[in-house]
């Protein structure tokens, strides 16, 4: 009920305590941790090197099937290497390319934003008629192009996500600069005589850096998603590396004879941009002290 | 005042129209030689060249770009490098395929969004508030691939239910459907739950209740007009999603429409094709955000006064 | 607004044998995850045909709360009715479920609130939002509803009320908002007013306009008042009878010239000596020490700002009851006798000065 009663907020709490209360942002984020754990302990955590081949043990199915054995836990592929060892290899391309990612879009975005919002004017419109060029691109298809045009691999993923990604950083970072030049302490700052630079550093960025932050997890699950499809059309990642999308897309041939090569390495990547979301919505509800309020609605 | 303001609207559209073929203009000349694609390994550099004439590919750039937008003011946006039809022809072709398929799932996701989103919303924290909040969070979490070789694998492999790809029945229409309404049926969802609470929380419903209205009038009569601005936004992208992305679920289940082109002209490198596919995803979009911003003055009379 | 100085007579009460609404040992609270508010701790009055009682007292003191819970206009979760009765027209309303509270909202029992800004819907017109209140409880087509919406209208004082009725809230001032809000409120003939700070949100000016068209109401209408509010003025301009709340209490009741002028209540006077006098010069404005609760003091609500007191145990310790202290006045002090008789405003002799 809205003006009657003054509800005493949460914003008192530490984070940590806080998602104490939420118990699936915990599970969520503690999900996460495990999953970066799989990914740096990967050598000791996975049975076998994911790039053995075994020609005896081709297309055994999950240890718990017919003809699967407890030494192949997760089945086989039609190589006979081992499924569950390249899942959680797996991990750390489907990891590190979306942290890149992130990284990278975080710089850039927040620099092109930091600029148009400051200097606003042409570079302004400029800026927007960009962006809006940019988000109004089919995702894939740029994507696509990107790839075709710097050839396959790693970095060129990166790069081509990097170009499609950048742009939402850049305006949330553009927005948040235009609602606070407009504030008061900002425009004290400079009648006090700082330059605008000085300003933006000062006041600015630091009312900045928390709303930025609670978005990373949200962006690393939606990064993840698109590497995902794209190295499962074949234009990601490239073998001999993996990443769970391209797991997915070369076992498409074998959907009915060995769905397993399809179902676990998928819900390795379900799972953990699930987790990325759920902890990344909370997330961006406890970073806002405004809108602590709304926890648990 | 109006106007003035469609007129702005139209000039930002073009300008965007404009940014986007020069982008999809410059990537596709870098993406490498269709020539090479085309001829043999050995062929001489002459069969190029003229190869290379027959395309229109023997300008400079500046006066490659030209053409292409001269003549796409004419409607013409050149032929298919590898088919013998006109590109928009081929996109012609390909669109009641794609409109059919974004149509259907649309409504799916529009319908069964809002509906559960409204649900949930009349009871938070409720168990049923939680199960709807799970469902949308997996839906936007989904990996389209995934969950469609699953189906295939369950429903048309396993049960038997539906072909497994293809296009030319209604049977043929579900799976696609159903893969391509997941995450919007998600992200539809969690906004209208959002908005319908903040809506419920206002200070007018308040007042509906003094009046001696019930619930369910309320949220008809009231709440729903006022929740529905972020959950039109939201319907409009997702919308113009589905009529200019669905390259992996029509790549999937061999659906004849426009991200299935797309997806070959791609890896043809056919050139017109491609910024035929371009040009259709700027129209779409530009038609969707002005549709969805006509919307909103029909929402909210506040904003017909304004003047943006 | 300075308190206007009334005629020395005390207006008669108006009395029937019974109340018309009779609120008893009400007490709300609402659960958050920071702990249990306290907002309404054990609050009786009553309200009798015809007259205006006022709710007056500071922000949090719980008197919108309480009189919001009499008609279940809290959300529930977090809000909760814990004890207390609120017997109207011999129902409880308390105990009466959402249907049957809903044939007496807004028909035998209408609310004004605050801000008409936001308590008016934005995306429908003024005319429907009127309709819409009779037409829940009269059986009126929509043709007889518009003209009595146009009535209505123009008997709060909204010129061009035909044209007027197809326009939307923002496109009404604010004092007209809140005009129209008791055209709505008005429009079912209800016996009880509720009145939550009607004039808090709107300038001085307009203030006077409005409280214009309340009393128009409320003479054509006869119907009984609850006015809630802060502004000690408009007590005095309208009130038949006062309650004055702190904490969730009620420490003082009685008729609008006893409180004004026979406080007995160290928060009542405290409340009249911080209001700014034309009569009298003041080098600066009193104000009772200290800051309204945010944890229920033990013992008397008020107890830590109180100069009466003074520091003894009962006070801290028994939460006094209301005690008679005058015909139909009541007080909630331990030591209200200590009160001496006629004191005004600019007289009181408090210690700590």
Redesign the interface.
């Known amino acids: 009920?809205?003006?009657?009663?003054?509800?005493?907020?949460?914003s008192g709490l530490p984070l940590y305590r806080l998602i104490i209360?939420d118990k699936?942002a915990l599970a969520s984020a503690l999900f996460l941790v495990a999953i970066v754990l799989m990914a740096l302990l990967a050598p000791i955590l996975a049975p076998f090197d994911p790039t053995e081949l075994h020609l005896r043990d081709v297309l055994r199915p999950p240890a718990w099937q017919e003809r699967g054995t407890s030494l192949y836990l997760l089945g086989t592929d039609g190589l006979g290497r081992d499924n569950l060892s390249r899942i959680i290899y797996s991990s750390r391309i489907s990891l590190s390319v979306a942290l890149a990612v992130v990284a990278i879009t975080l710089v850039i975005g927040t620099l092109v934003g930091l600029m148009t919002g400051v200097l606003r004017g042409r570079v302004d419109q400029c800026f927007m008629?960009?962006t809006?060029?940019?988000?109004?691109?089919?995702?894939?298809?740029?994507i696509?192009?990107?790839v075709?045009?710097l050839g396959g691999g790693l970095t060129t993923i990166i790069i081509a996500l990097s170009v499609r990604y950048w742009t939402t950083y850049a305006r949330v970072v553009r927005g948040m600069v235009i609602s606070l030049r407009e504030t008061d302490f900002v425009l004290a700052a400079q009648v006090l005589g700082g330059s605008q630079w000085h300003a933006m550093r000062t006041h600015m960025l630091p009312n900045i850096v928390s709303p930025l932050a609670a978005l990373i997890p949200l962006e690393l699950?939606r990064t993840m998603?698109a590497e995902?499809?794209v190295s499962?059309?074949g234009f990601g990642v490239q073998p001999p590396m993996t990443s769970w999308?391209l797991l997915?897309?070369g076992a498409?041939d074998y959907?009915?004879s060995a769905?397993w090569l399809?179902?676990y390495p998928?819900?390795a990547?379900?799972l953990t941009?699930?987790s990325?979301?759920?902890f990344g919505?909370w997330l961006r509800l406890a970073a806002d002290p405004m809108h602590r309020g709304r926890l648990?609605? | 005042m109006l106007l003035r303001y469609l007129v702005f609207r139209v000039g930002?559209a073009l300008?965007?129209l404009a940014?986007?073929s020069m982008?999809?203009f410059g990537?596709?000349r870098?993406?490498?030689d269709p020539v090479s694609l085309l001829v043999a390994i050995d062929a001489s550099e002459e069969l190029r060249e003229q190869t290379r004439e027959r395309l229109g590919l023997d300008g400079s750039l500046t006066e490659q770009f030209t053409d292409f937008v001269l003549s796409a003011l004419q409607g013409d946006f050149g032929n298919s490098i590898y088919r013998s039809m006109s590109s928009r022809d081929l996109l012609l072709d390909a669109l009641p395929a794609t409109l059919l398929l974004a149509a259907v799932a649309a409504a799916i996701a529009i319908l069964v969004g809002v509906s559960i989103g409204v649900v949930a919303s009349l009871k938070?924290?409720s168990w049923l508030d939680t199960v709807v909040s799970?469902i949308s969070?997996?839906g936007?979490?989904?990996?389209?691939?995934?969950i469609a070789?699953?189906l295939?694998?369950w429903l048309a492999?396993g049960l038997g239910l539906v072909p497994t790809s293809g296009s030319g029945t209604w049977l043929h229409l579900v799976m696609p459907a159903i893969v391509l309404a997941i995450r919007p049926i998600g992200s539809i969802a969690q906004v209208t739950r959002?908005s319908m609470?903040d809506q419920m929380?206002?200070?007018y419903v308040?007042t509906a209740y003094a009046k001696g209205l019930k619930t369910p009038t309320i949220v008809r009569r009231h709440v729903l007009k006022n929740a529905g601005i972020p959950v039109v936004t939201m319907g409009g992208v997702e919308i113009a999603d589905l009529m200019?992305?669905a390259?992996?679920v029509e790549?999937?289940f061999n659906w004849p429409g426009v991200g299935r082109l797309?997806?070959h002209a791609?890896q043809t490198?056919d050139y017109p094709v491609?910024q035929t596919?371009?040009f259709w995803?700027?129209l779409i979009?530009?038609v969707m955000n002005l549709l969805v911003d006509l919307s909103y003055a029909w929402l909210d009379p506040r904003t017909r006064q304004e003047t943006r | 607004m300075s308190a206007s100085q009334q005629d020395s007579t005390e207006p008669p009460v108006v009395e029937t044998d019974q109340p018309l609404l009779s609120v008893r040992g009400l007490v709300t609270e609402?659960v958050?995850?920071?702990?249990i508010?306290h907002?309404v701790n054990d609050v009786s009055f009553d309200v009798y045909s015809g007259e205006t009682v006022g709710v007056v007292g500071e922000s949090?003191s719980g008197k919108?709360?309480a009189v919001?819970s009499v008609l279940g206009?809290?959300?529930q979760p977090?809000?909760r009715i814990v004890a207390g009765e609120a017997v109207f027209e011999g129902h409880d309303l308390l105990r009466l479920d959402n249907y049957a509270l809903s044939v007496i909202r807004g028909s035998d029992i209408a609310v004004i609130f605050?801000?008409p800004g936001?308590s008016l819907n934005p995306v429908l017109t003024i005319g429907s939002q009127i309709s819409e209140a009779l037409r829940i409880h009269q059986d009126i087509s929509r043709t007889a509803a518009r003209r009595r919406s146009v009535e209505l209208l123009q008997m709060v004082g909204i010129p061009n009320a035909k044209a007027r009725l197809d326009e939307y809230p923002h496109q009404y001032s604010g004092g007209m908002r809140q005009r129209a809000m008791i055209a709505m409120a008005m429009a079912n003939r209800p016996k009880l007013l509720i009145a939550d700070e009607p004039t808090t949100a709107l300038d001085v000016t307009t203030q006077a306009q409005v409280l214009d068209v309340l009393k128009l109401a409320k003479k054509e209408s006869e119907a009984a008042t609850i006015l809630i509010t802060h502004d000690l003025g408009l007590i005095a301009e309208m009130a038949d009878r006062v309650v004055v709340m702190y904490a969730g209490r009620v420490l003082e009741t009685g008729s609008v010239f006893d409180i004004f002028h026979r406080p007995r209540h160290p928060y009542t006077i405290g409340l009249l000596a911080s209001l700014p006098r034309i009569d009298t010069e003041l080098d600066s404005l009193h104000s009772i020490r200290g800051a309204p609760p945010t944890t229920l003091p033990t013992g008397c609500a008020f107890h830590p700002r109180c100069d009466l007191g003074k520091g003894r145990a009962r006070c801290a310790e028994e939460v006094p009851h209301l005690n008679d202290v005058g015909v139909g006045h009541r007080s909630a002090c331990h030591f209200h006798e200590e009160i001496k008789d006629e004191v005004r405003a600019g007289d009181i002799n408090l210690e700590h000065r």
């Open positions: 009920m809205s003006g009657v009663v003054k509800l005493p907020s949460s209360r699936f008629a960009i809006d060029a940019v988000m109004a691109f089919p995702g894939l298809l740029m696509m192009a990107v075709a045009v699950g998603l995902a499809s499962f059309l999308g997915v897309g498409r959907i009915a769905p399809i179902i998928g819900m990547l379900f941009i699930l990325a979301n759920v919505s648990g609605t | 930002r300008v965007t940014l986007m982008m999809v990537l596709t870098l993406m490498g938070p924290r799970s969070m997996a936007v979490s989904m990996p389209e691939f995934w070789l699953l295939i694998f492999v959002s609470i929380r206002a200070d308040v200019t992305g390259i992996v790549t999937i797309a997806s791609m490198i491609i596919v371009v995803a700027a979009t530009i | 609402f958050t995850p920071a702990g508010i907002a949090g919108s709360v919001r206009l809290l959300s977090p809000g605050q801000d936001t």
